[in-house]
């Protein structure tokens, strides 16, 4: 039986493309019920910002515009 750092040394010799299929199928075969709790200060954040855009002090964007945004500053878009 393989222990966990033969199959986590096995998974980083994969190509990167690879490596996030295999995140996304164990993150798929994880039930909700084990997904581990955001920490307090993840939380205390949330929190903060969701009650700054409740007070209309953040301006919000559709999350395709967003993402936009972020590709081509990133310089994944031309």
């Known amino acids: 039986m393989s222990t966990l750092q033969d199959i986590l040394a096995a998974a980083q010799l994969l ?3 690879e ?4 995140i996304h199928a164990l ?3 994880t039930p909700p ?4 709790l ?6 205390a ?8 855009i409740d007070a209309g002090e953040i301006a919000v ?5 967003v ?3 972020v590709r081509r500053q990133a310089g994944l878009d031309g």
């Open 15 to 17: 190509p990167s493309t």
């Open 19 to 22: 490596r996030l299929q295999l």
């Open 27 to 29: 993150w798929d075969a």
């Open 33 to 36: 019920e084990a997904w581990p």
């Open 38 to 43: 955001p920490s307090e200060a993840w939380m």
């Open 45 to 52: 954040e949330a929190n903060r910002r969701s009650d700054a």
């Open 61 to 65: 964007a559709p999350w395709d515009e």
């Open 67 to 69: 993402r936009a945004r």
